[in-house]
């Protein structure tokens, strides 16, 4: 059974942090590429950060220089630390993992957690 679990999700200022967490099961987690994607209201989800075997990440002009992803291999746990947050990064917030290649195509991720709702307030 494969499962990825967010949590740390919840509220914050704007200019706060949070730090989401990613649990996997049933999978080990770094064999494979790790997708960060978030979905605001109203809009499409975007790719915000992708990280891949060699645990190079590229993330979208949106969130670069602001978040940043880890992984623990020994937990099989990865982490979006988000610093600087903004109003306009309110959404819910998913993990997503099975390719082998980082793509920003989500239709390659066949493994998706739950999603976890981020708020920043003004």
């Known amino acids: 059974q494969v499962r990825l679990v967010e949590s740390g999700g919840g509220s914050v200022q704007a200019g706060g942090s949070l730090r989401l967490s990613c649990a996997a099961s049933g999978i080990v987690y770094s064999r494979y590429c790790v997708g960060w994607f978030r979905q605001a209201p109203g809009k499409e989800r975007e790719g915000i950060v992708l990280?891949?075997?060699?645990?190079?990440?590229i993330y979208s002009d949106s969130v670069k220089g602001r978040f940043t992803f880890s992984r623990d291999s020994d937990k099989n746990t990865g982490y979006l630390q988000m610093d600087s947050m903004k109003p306009e990064d309110t959404a819910i917030y998913y993990c997503?993992?099975?390719?082998?290649?980082?793509?920003?195509?989500?239709?390659?991720?066949?493994?998706w957690g739950q999603g976890t709702q981020v708020t920043v307030s003004s």
């Open positions: 990280t891949s075997i060699a645990e190079n990440s």
């Open positions: 997503a993992t099975g390719t082998i290649e980082c793509s920003w195509s989500q239709s390659l991720y066949p493994i």
